[in-house]
C-alpha cells in the first residue's frame, strides 16, 4: 500500500491553491492508495484537492478551525499488521518513545507521525518508526516554496519509509533532502542520508 504523508499546508495564504506552487504536489499524490495528512490544513477544500487522488484522513491542526469528518484531534489505523498513530503536535519529538506514545492513549504504535514542526524527521528507534513529513509549502517557516512531503509504502512485514523533496525552490541552498529508512520483519535494515536510527 502506497501511503502519501503531508502536513502543514497552511492554505490560503500567499496563495491559495497547492497548484500555484507548481506540479510537483500534485505528480507526488498520484498513484497514492491513502493520504495521510498530519494537520494544520487550514480550509477543508485543501482536503477536497487531496481527495481528487486518494482517500484522505487527518489529524486536527491548531490552526484547523472547521469540522470535517475526514478529521480527528488523534488518528489510529491498521494497515497491513502495522499499527498507525497520526496526531498534530507532539512536540518535542526527540523524547523516548514511551514518552512520545503518551499522546496516544498509551496505545502500541510501529510507526508514529506528527506535523506541527515543519521540519522533517525520519528515525527508527526503540522500535518505532517516527515521521514528521515537514511542510510541502512553509518548510522550515521559511517563504511560501515547495518543501517535502513523506511516503510510507507499507506491506505485511514491510515498510519503506521516504522523506521527498518536492523541488528545487530556488538558487538558494536548502537545509530539506530526500531521507529514507527501510524495516522488514521488523527490524531495521538499511537508511539513506539524514536519517536516524537508533536502538
Request: glycine share 10%.
Amino acid at each position: 500500500m502506497r501511503v502519501a504523508l503531508i502536513s502543514d499546508t497552511h492554505l490560503p495564504s500567499l496563495i491559495r491553491s497547492p497548484d500555484e506552487l507548481g506540479p510537483e504536489l500534485g505528480a507526488f499524490l498520484v498513484g497514492a492508495d491513502l493520504i495521510l495528512h498530519a494537520g494544520d490544513v487550514v480550509r477543508p477544500y485543501v482536503l477536497d484537492w487531496c481527495e481528487q487522488f486518494a482517500p484522505v484522513i487527518v489529524a486536527r491542526g491548531n490552526n484547523d478551525a472547521f469540522e470535517d469528518e475526514r478529521m480527528r484531534p488523534v488518528q489510529l489505523l491498521d494497515i497491513e499488521g502495522w499499527r498507525i498513530g497520526m496526531i498534530h503536535e507532539l512536540r518535542p519529538e526527540h523524547r523516548p518513545v514511551p514518552e512520545l506514545l503518551t499522546a496516544f492513549g498509551g496505545e502500541q504504535l510501529d510507526v508514529i507521525i506528527a506535523g506541527d514542526t515543519h521540519i522533517e524527521r525520519i528515525e527508527y528507534r526503540e522500535g518505532a518508526l517516527v515521521l514528521n513529513s515537514g511542510s510541502p509549502t512553509l518548510p522550515h517557516h521559511r517563504e511560501m516554496c515547495l518543501g517535502t512531503v513523506g511516503l510510507l509504502e507499507i506491506s505485511d512485514g514491510r515498510i519503506h519509509a521516504e522523506i521527498v523533496a518536492l523541488g528545487q525552490p530556488g538558487a538558494r541552498p536548502t537545509p530539506w533532502q530526500p531521507r529514507h529508512l527501510l524495516i522488514e520483519d521488523r527490524r531495521f535494515v538499511c537508511e539513506g542520508p539524514g536519517a536516524l536510527v537508533t536502538g
